[in-house]
């Protein structure tokens, strides 16, 4: 698997991932494009995400997006790579929300506590932070 950031892509390769699903674009292009990732698989888009700063100590994976078909190990591939990136960038929390009972249990098994916090009102989910200071600081290295 490779991490790339959508800042180093062109603007037809940014918005082909998202062909079949043109309503994410409608969120908030300039802010998914400055802060977003592509998990590449095989030199293709496998998955997206955005990974926006809160503070100084704080991200929040934001956005989240899976083309069909993913391997089981994909959203904890994707959410590992969020805590790298993170504690990378010297911060040392990482904010997921969560609509689904599924994404629940994952973040719970993986160390993540529900907290009150919520970054966005209009999000109706489950709030999950956790400490970085155990991820490893390795950032591009994935099986």
């Not at 991490?3 to 994410?24: G, I, P, R, V």
Request: glycine share 2%; proline share 3%; hydrophobic share 40%.
């Amino acid at each position: 698997m490779e991490l790339k950031s959508t800042k180093e892509l062109d603007q037809a390769a940014f918005e082909s991932f998202f062909n079949e699903n043109s309503k994410m674009l409608d969120v908030d292009q300039a802010e998914m494009k400055k802060y977003g990732y592509f998990l590449y698989k095989d030199q293709q888009p496998t998955a997206f995400f955005s990974l926006l700063p809160v503070d100084g100590e704080s991200y929040w994976l934001r956005t989240l997006m899976i083309k069909r078909s993913p391997s089981l190990m994909l959203p904890v591939t994707i959410i590992q790579s969020a805590e790298n990136l993170t504690k990378s960038y010297g911060a040392k929390h990482l904010f997921i929300h969560s609509k689904t009972e599924i994404l629940n249990q994952l973040l719970e098994q993986l160390g993540y506590t529900q907290t009150e916090q919520c970054l966005d009102p209009l999000i109706e989910a489950n709030w999950w932070i956790t400490s970085l200071e155990s991820v490893d600081n390795y950032v591009n290295r994935m099986e």
